[in-house]
C-alpha cells in the first residue's frame, strides 16, 4: 500500500524529536496517533502541528497491559497499524559508582523494555496484515557508550540488539525493523546538560553543530514509509558524522 493513509503510533510524540516524526509522518498522508505520558502536553503539540483533531492518548509505556491495550484499541478504531515508532525515552545520567538501583532500572523500563512491549503487540497484527514497519529510536550512546550513561547506554544498546532479532524474526512476513541513532539533538533532553558537557558533545561532532529534531524525524519518516522497502535491520545514524 502507499504511505498515504498508513496508520502511525508515536510514543513519546508529545514534544522534541517524537513531535517532529509526528509531523513528518502527518505530511507522508498518514493517520498518527501519539501516545506520550504527558497528558498535558497534548494541546500544546496539536497547536505546534497545527491539528486540533490530533489522537493523543496518554500511555506510560513501562507498563506492559496498558500499552498491549492502546495497541488492540487503535486497530480496532483504524483498522490496521502500519507503523510503530518506539521513540519514548529518558536519561537519568550519573557515574557508574554513584548509580543507584533506581535510576538504572527506570531508564531501561522507559527506554528499552517499552520498545519489547510495543513490538510484540504491533507486530501480533502486523503479521496478519502481512506488512509493517517498526522504528527503534537508539542513540550514539548505544553504540559508543558514554560516561555518565551507563543505563541510558545499555538500554540503547539493547534497542539495536531487539531492532536486529526483530527484523530477523519478521522479515518472513514483511515487517521491516530498523533503529536510528541520533547524536547531540537539541530539545529539551538535552537543553538541561551543563553548558560544559554540551561543549564537549560539540566538540565530538564534526559537522560542528547540533542536529534538529527535524533531522532525526526525517530519516524515521524514510523508514517508516515504502521507500525503504527493502532496508530492515539496520541502525542508521544521524549524528553529524560522530559514528562511521
Ligand atoms: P524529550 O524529553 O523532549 O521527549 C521525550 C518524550 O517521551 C516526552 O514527550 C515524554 O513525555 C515522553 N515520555 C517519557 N517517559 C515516558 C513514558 N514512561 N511513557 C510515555 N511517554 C514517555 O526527548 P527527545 O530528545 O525528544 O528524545 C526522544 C527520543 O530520542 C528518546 O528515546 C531519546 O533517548 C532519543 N535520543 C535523543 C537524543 C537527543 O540528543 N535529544 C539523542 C539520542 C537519542
Redesign the pocket.
Known amino acids: 500500500m502507499a504511505d498515504n493513509g498508513k496508520i502511525a503510533l508515536v510514543?513519546?510524540g508529545?514534544?522534541?524529536?517524537?513531535l517532529e516524526i509526528c509531523r513528518e509522518l502527518l505530511a507522508a498522508g498518514m493517520t498518527v496517533v501519539v501516545?506520550?505520558?504527558?497528558e498535558k502536553?497534548f494541546d500544546q503539540t496539536r497547536q505546534a502541528l497545527g491539528k486540533a483533531d490530533l489522537d493523543c492518548r496518554k500511555?506510560?509505556?513501562?507498563d506492559s497491559v496498558a500499552f498491549t491495550a492502546l495497541v488492540d484499541a487503535v486497530v480496532e478504531q483504524y483498522g490496521r497499524l502500519d507503523v510503530l515508532v518506539n521513540?519514548?525515552?529518558?536519561?537519568r545520567d550519573g557515574l557508574l559508582l554513584r548509580m543507584d538501583d533506581g535510576d538504572w532500572d527506570l531508564v531501561l523500563r522507559?527506554?528499552l523494555y517499552?520498545a519489547f512491549y510495543g513490538t510484540r503487540a504491533a507486530s501480533k497484527h502486523m503479521v496478519r496484515q502481512k506488512s509493517g514497519s517498526i522504528i527503534n529510536?537508539a542513540?550514539?550512546?548505544g553504540i559508543e557508550g558514554n560516561r555518565g550513561q551507563a543505563n541510558y547506554s545499555a538500554s540503547?544498546a539493547g534497542m539495536i540488539g531487539l531492532t536486529k532479532t526483530t527484523a530477523k524474526e519478521l522479515a518472513g512476513k514483511n515487517i521491516r525493523c530498523n533503529a536510528v541513532a541520533?547524536?547531540?539533538?537539541a530539545?529539551?533532553?538535552?537543553a538541561v546538560l551543563p553548558q560544559q558537557a554540551k561543549d564537549i558533545a560539540l566538540s565530538l561532532i564534526p559537522l560542528k553543530t547540533m542536529g534538529q529534531?527535524q533531522d532525526v524525524a526525517r530519516a524515521v519518516r524514510f523508514l517508516a514509509c515504502d521507500d525503504s522497502a527493502y532496508i530492515t535491520g539496520q541502525v542508521l545514524s544521524v549524528d553529524g558524522g560522530m559514528h562511521t
Open positions: 510514543t513519546g508529545a514534544r522534541g524529536i517524537g501516545a506520550d505520558i504527558q502536553l500511555l506510560d509505556v513501562t521513540n519514548a525515552g529518558i536519561t522507559v527506554n517499552s529510536m542513540s550514539y550512546s540503547k541520533p547524536g547531540f539533538i530539545t529539551e533532553m538535552t529534531p
